[in-house]
């Protein structure tokens, strides 16, 4: 079949284009963004066409799929339908691969990516797929079992058919559509977790907790199935027992940093252990474990560390920071945030300034929205954030000078969005010095 997938460096659509040209079809794509993304490199490396000029010449059986962000409206799209095309949503085109495997899909809140990427490569020993929101993916159709990042935002993992559902986080996030809240969020998370034959859930959330579901819990707390006791967090990583039930299984010494990781590593070991992959095998791929693209990535230049990550939800900034505590104790922490969306700003105002007190400084971007416009969410601004602390102050895109001052210190890029403009134009201005 032929694909052309509209919005295809978004890092969704990218690795879906991916999986597609692995699977046989004639991929290729469109995008606004004309600067280097990370998630081109898959997409470069399958030699799939991005056009940004909407010059492609497509069959008349080309089948169009598409980021939400992209209007009807938008020229491209106009273009699309003018010649006459079939257009199939995102989700749709992701549910139908769910099908053609015994699909392990993880949701949540946060974790939903690192999570994905780990069980990924404990399966790789036993073949495995895999779908990870960072851009990532791969897919042979004689592999068996597919790995999967299931998105909630506007229910699109709905779509989906997981035989296993790893349920890693619940919070309230995605205000803009879920004008329920917390309770049509978590409605949503239960009805996709009774789709599935198995559920691995996060038992340390008392949200999760209220679906009653039938399943497996895992977390630090006691009364999980699956635990992390006795943990050390030290400078050069993690160490903790790892329990089933009364039973310790395995002392394990790995080179993670913050408890969210210790999370995300026991949803990775109960779920390779269920796919029978050993203990020894398992604590390799754990030592060796890079994580995702744009998950606590860190790089030294001069004497700067320069941290990326894609926190863009208080929990997940705040877990973030704490995490650069513990590798890096002794040096100055800078985050550095831009807000992704202003009704996540306006719905999470507290929990944002409270998430960035970890640290030693802050400076925060203008929000960004590529779905919302700024005139339905008068007052919103990043500013809101910044006059609540002292130490916060206001960076624009183009201010990388104003960082340079934070000689020794740990730099934390955060953000979905494009906080890497900044963070590149630094590494620049260090790389020219």
């Not at 106009?78 to 099908?99: A, H, I, Q, S, W």
């Not at 995702?292 to 900034?317: G, L, M």
């Amino acid at each position: 079949m032929k694909y052309y997938c509209v919005g295809i460096k978004g890092a969704g659509m990218g690795t879906l284009a991916n999986i597609l040209k692995d699977l046989g079809n004639e991929v290729s794509g469109y995008d606004d963004d004309t600067h280097y993304k990370y998630t081109e490199d898959g997409l470069k490396k399958r030699n799939i066409k991005i056009y940004y000029d909407g010059s492609a010449s497509l069959d008349k059986d080309t089948i169009v799929t598409y980021s939400k962000a992209f209007k009807p409206e938008h020229k491209e799209m106009k273009r699309l339908k003018e010649l006459g095309l079939k257009f199939k949503e995102y989700n749709e085109v992701v549910g139908d691969l769910t099908k053609q495997f015994e699909t392990i899909s993880v949701c949540g809140t946060h974790g939903k990516t690192t999570t994905t990427l780990l069980i990924s490569e404990l399966l790789e020993s036993v073949g495995c797929n895999y779908f990870v929101g960072d851009g990532s993916g791969y897919a042979d159709k004689d592999n068996s079992l597919f790995v999967i990042e299931s998105d909630e935002y506007n229910k699109h993992l709905l779509a989906y058919h997981p035989y296993l559902a790893v349920l890693t986080s619940i919070e309230l996030d995605h205000t803009e559509c879920y004008e329920g809240g917390i309770e049509e969020i978590k409605e949503t998370f239960k009805t996709f977790c009774n789709k599935a034959k198995r559920v691995l859930a996060c038992g340390d959330y008392e949200a999760i907790r209220d679906l009653k579901l039938d399943c497996v819990y895992y977390g630090i707390k006691e009364n999980n199935f699956v635990r992390a006791e006795n943990i050390k967090y030290k400078e050069n990583g993690t160490e903790f027992d790892y329990y089933e039930g009364d039973d310790l299984i395995y002392h394990f010494d790995i080179p993670i940093f913050g408890e969210y990781m210790v999370l995300n590593v026991l949803a990775g070991i109960y779920t390779a252990r269920s796919y029978n992959v050993s203990l020894e095998e398992i604590e390799r791929v754990l030592k060796k474990f890079k994580g995702a693209k744009r998950r606590f990535k860190s790089e030294v230049i001069k004497d700067y560390v320069i941290v990326s990550d894609y926190a863009h939800h208080p929990t997940a900034i705040k877990l973030t920071l704490e995490a650069v505590k513990q590798k890096y104790p002794n040096k100055e922490s800078v985050a550095i945030f831009l807000p992704n969306t202003y009704s996540r700003t306006e719905a999470l105002l507290d929990e944002f300034v409270e998430s960035l007190e970890n640290c030693d400084k802050a400076y925060i971007l203008d929000i960004r929205a590529n779905r919302e416009k700024q005139e339905d969410y008068p007052g919103i601004t990043s500013d809101l954030i910044i006059k609540e602390n002292d130490k916060y102050e206001k960076i624009a895109i183009d201010d990388a000078d104003k960082l340079l001052k934070h000689k020794g210190a740990v730099l934390t890029f955060m953000s979905c969005g494009d906080i890497y403009l900044l963070e590149e134009a630094l590494k620049k201005k260090l790389n020219d010095e």
